[in-house]
């Protein structure tokens, strides 16, 4: 027990430092406003345990900026998007048809009385992101011939459930030192989910796709009848990935428009994917240029010699760090400056990953985890 304290005294003041504390992120971009927001968020009315105001305080305390809840209870109408606590609550739901299940979000649709699955899975003006299923992995000629905008790829509780089932001893040891630093317990449980990110790299070569993030957060891992240990708490979960997304104008404050804004960007695919537990990557840049014209992700550009893939990071980490050029799902290339250019020869779909590789304590050493992915690019023959 002696042991086991001093360790957890050791552990609790452990920090995975990506960048330092005290750097500033320098020229900042003019055109590009970057907003978090997470994704598959229940509330007490499916199988979470709080109510929409205490998300929105758990979410303001994460730094998000929107939260969409999903909650499966799709029989009733859905409520209004309102700010609550400076954070603009989307409301959408888990819609489930037949083998398939997705997450649907439309600002100005919430009528879900007497209307089917298939209603809302036509609804073309919608966000559609086609939802993980914990158990069944996905099916490339299923996702083919459904109609909708992202793949959730990152799902959360499918990695934790993944760790549990390759090495439980592995598990239980973050369980055992979670409450001594909660981050540092979930974070060495990520391993990246190379099936799903597969499946994403083929089917984005027959449609547009857009890689998403679901947080999964119920708050409610480990229930016991009406007592309820609240594992991991809706910000900690919050707090280890989110969509970031790109605008070209900075938010109002007035939730019609801003949920509008938000909608026509993740459709089009403006967004990445950060993985904030290991720091926060607010004021990443990604875009293709040609001469003096930007090209966003999720955007179509027909192949030309002057194209290039330019990124910049918030600022230079601290660990050991690369950026990987993937193109039709394959490493091509690679960067180590915080800042570059990537030269595109050929036409394809191309994205890029920003890996990083953080020292654990013991019995951990130091692995490759991704920070960053983005959406894709696609280019196009002439």
């Known amino acids: 027990m002696i042991s ?48 929409v105001l205490s998300i929105a305080e758990e979410a303001k305390k994460a730094r998000l900026n929107f939260v969409l809840i999903s909650d499966t209870n799709s029989y009733y109408d859905l409520d209004t998007d309102k ?7 989307l409301s959408g739901a888990k819609v489930y048809d037949g083998a398939r299940q997705f997450i649907y979000y439309s600002p100005t649709n919430k009528n879900f009385f007497k209307k089917t699955a298939k209603d ?4 073309t003006n919608a966000l559609i992101v086609e939802s993980h299923q914990i158990t069944q992995p996905y099916e490339l000629s299923r996702l ?28 239980i040891w973050s369980i055992l030192y979670y409450p001594f630093n ?48 609240k594992f991991p708490s809706y910000e900690m979960s919050f707090n280890i990935a989110s969509q970031h997304v790109f605008l070209t104008s900075e938010l109002t404050g007035d939730i019609s428009n801003d949920t509008q804004k938000v909608l026509t960007a993740l459709k089009r695919g403006h967004s990445y994917v950060a993985f904030d537990a290991l720091g926060d990557a607010t004021g990443f840049e990604s875009y293709i240029t040609e001469n003096r014209k930007k090209i966003f992700t999720g955007e ?14 918030p600022a230079e980490p601290i660990p050991f760090y690369e950026v990987v050029l993937y193109k039709n799902g394959q490493r091509i290339d690679h960067l180590n400056t915080f800042e570059g250019l990537f030269p595109i020869d050929s036409p394809g779909v191309y994205r890029l990953q920003v890996r990083l590789s953080p020292t654990f304590p013991l019995p951990d050493a130091t692995k490759w985890i991704t920070w960053v992915y983005t959406n894709n690019f696609y280019v196009n023959p002439r």
């Open 4 to 51: 086991f304290a001093v360790y957890g005294f050791y552990i609790s003041q452990f920090e995975i430092r990506v960048i330092p504390p005290t750097a500033k992120v320098e020229d900042q971009s003019v055109f590009l406003y970057d907003y978090k927001m997470a994704f598959d968020v229940y509330s007490h009315l499916s199988s979470g345990s709080g109510n």
């Open 83 to 89: 700010y609550l606590s400076d954070v603009g609550m």
């Open 120 to 123: 809302f899975a036509q609804d």
């Open 144 to 171: 083919t011939e459904a109609k909708f905008d992202g793949l959730e790829v990152l799902n959360f509780k499918s990695i934790a459930q993944k760790s549990w089932k390759e090495s439980r001893l592995s598990t």
């Open 182 to 229: 909660p981050r540092l317990a979930l974070t060495r449980l990520y391993k990246e989910p190379s099936a799903e990110i597969a499946i994403f790299d083929q089917l984005s070569q027959l449609k547009k796709v857009s890689f998403f993030v679901g947080a999964e957060a119920t708050a409610r891992a480990i229930p016991f009848a009406d007592w309820l240990v």
């Open 300 to 313: 179509d550009i027909a192949f030309t010699k002057n194209l290039r893939l330019y990124y910049k990071l």
